[in-house]
């Protein structure tokens, strides 16, 4: 696992100096994270969004958790949440729905 980032204070929602909650997956780390990586993310329309740069796990459970996109060079970094996201196996994406 590449980085480890800390956890959450559950009472008030906050970054704490407890222990850490997530690590970030890149593709030399895991094999899911190899295949994912460079994967097109698109809106339920079509719409580009970015590409997978990295994943995010949850150290307690071992679940991914959220996807991270690289977007455009000087644009920030976007953090999906993964049960937001399905893979479209017909075109090889990450299509991200919402209910709106």
């Known amino acids: ?11 008030a929602g906050r970054l704490s100096a407890g222990p850490p909650r997530f690590a970030r997956l890149s593709a030399e780390d895991s094999s899911t994270a190899d295949l994912l990586h460079g994967c097109p993310v698109v809106t339920a329309h079509g719409d580009r969004i970015g590409t997978v740069d990295h994943l995010m796990v949850d150290i307690l459970t071992h679940q ?18 993964w049960h937001a996201l399905y893979f479209d196996a017909a075109q090889g994406r990450l299509v991200f729905y919402t209910l709106y």
């Open 1 to 11: 696992m590449h980085r480890i980032l800390g956890g959450r204070n559950s009472r």
């Open 64 to 81: 991914l958790r959220y996807v991270v996109l690289a977007r455009r060079k000087n644009e920030a970094m976007v953090s999906i949440p």
